[in-house]
């Protein structure tokens, strides 16, 4: 089993960035081979896959996110990032950490989530 926590979220302007953490735990030896990924649900909508990280560091992003936001981990820290840039308010969404095998969906473990809210 693996356990993630993600922190880093809040009420930002437009424009703004935001940095979101997500701390691991449980089984290290798993999250260690684990794909990680960020998904967001916007009020009213579905969830939705905002990018991945394999363990080797190769990425994929959604493309409404591309440019703006960038995904980074620690294996060391058992640890995944998003810097998110150049917000805007239909950014607003709850963001959670995910892991899981398979690279492009990193989707098989989730956290709690985040608020993230972009005000205009």
């Known amino acids: 089993q693996v356990q993630l926590v993600e922190s880093g979220g809040g009420l930002v302007q437009a424009g703004g960035s935001l940095r979101l953490s997500c701390a691991a735990s449980?089984?290290?030896?798993?999250?260690?081979?684990?794909?990680m990924g960020w998904y967001r649900r916007a009020p009213g909508g579905q969830r939705e896959m905002v990018a991945t990280?394999?363990?080797?560091?190769?990425?994929n992003y959604a493309d409404f996110v591309y440019g703006r936001f960038t995904i980074s981990r620690n294996n060391a820290k058992k640890s995944a990032y998003l810097q998110m840039n150049s917000l805007k308010p239909e950014d607003t969404a709850v963001y959670y950490c995910?892991?899981?095998?398979?690279?492009?969906?990193?989707?098989?473990?989730w956290g709690q989530g985040t608020q993230v809210t972009v005000a205009s």
């Open positions: 449980g089984s290290i030896f798993g999250i260690n081979v684990m794909a």
């Open positions: 990280i394999s363990t080797d560091g190769t990425t």
């Open positions: 995910t892991a899981g095998l398979i690279i492009t969906t990193a989707n098989d473990y």
